[in-house]
């Protein structure tokens, strides 16, 4: 598939790592909805440098967590830019809470938005795609679902969650639609992370370094540009760590 021209969705684009799919997807001509839930200003900005390249874009508001919420959101973005080609579900709810304090409210909140969220976009952005016979969808993961750490465990299961969903769609939309998921490593490190736990990090990396948002933007693209013959897969960005 050939970006150029095609009206792409970018959940959580206002910041970090949906912000910087969508502003590559910008540069290879893609039409972007820049969704947010409440950093307006931020996405606004992605917007403007979207346009400055040359290319459509549209901020998208909209709360992932209530179904009529997700829905909303590609209704809208297809008012603005026109019928999706791309979904790219990257916005995360991702708090620490050790798991004996786990309440309800903490445990749907991941959910809500991580995995529930990711559904109800699909199914919406799916009638279109199947209507036009071709379209990607493309989960933001995360590569330590594999080997979570402590205090996260709504957030792990919420991304478990999403690899199975992802695999399920990658047979139910098939074959117009091809569904894949990218799990990054450490490429952009919570605050209160010090030198410490980035110097841990790095040697438990084969490629001993930390990535950049950039390269999982670049492998967002290949999904989308570099082959139609790739569905069902996770792709890990995690410098090997996912090895160690």
Not at 121 to 143: C, E, F, P, T
Not at 216 to 232: K, M, N, P, Q, Y
Request: charged share 25%; with cysteine; net charge positive.
């Amino acid at each position: 598939m050939d970006l150029r021209g095609r009206s792409v969705l970018v959940t959580g684009a206002a910041r970090r790592v949906g912000r910087a799919i969508a502003l590559v997807l910008g540069e290879r001509g893609a039409s972007v909805a820049v969704h947010y839930r409440s950093s307006r200003n931020d996405a606004m900005d992605t917007v403007r440098q979207i346009r400055a390249m040359g290319a459509r874009s549209a901020a998208v508001r909209g709360d992932l967590a209530r179904i009529d919420g997700a829905r909303a959101v590609v209704q809208q973005a297809e008012r603005e830019l026109g019928g999706l080609s791309v979904l790219i579900h990257c916005a995360s709810v991702y708090e620490p809470r050790p798991w004996e304090n786990t309440t309800e409210a903490d445990w749907e909140k991941h959910m809500n938005v991580n995995a529930r969220g990711a559904f109800f976009l699909s199914q919406q952005a799916a009638k279109g795609m199947k209507q036009r016979r071709g379209g990607k969808i493309i989960n933001i993961i995360d590569s330590d679902v594999t080997r979570p750490y402590r205090n996260y465990t709504a957030y792990f299961a919420s991304k478990a969650a999403l690899v199975g969903l992802t695999r399920a769609l990658a047979v139910e939309l098939a074959p117009e639609i091809q569904v894949n998921a990218v799990a990054p490593g450490a490429v952009l490190l919570p605050d209160e992370w010090g030198i410490k736990i980035r110097r841990s990090i790095i040697r438990a990396t084969p490629l001993k370094r930390i990535g950049s948002p950039e390269d999982i933007a670049r492998t967002v693209v290949f999904l989308v540009e570099g082959s139609d013959f790739i569905t069902g897969a996770v792709i890990p960005v995690d410098g090997g760590r996912h090895l160690a």
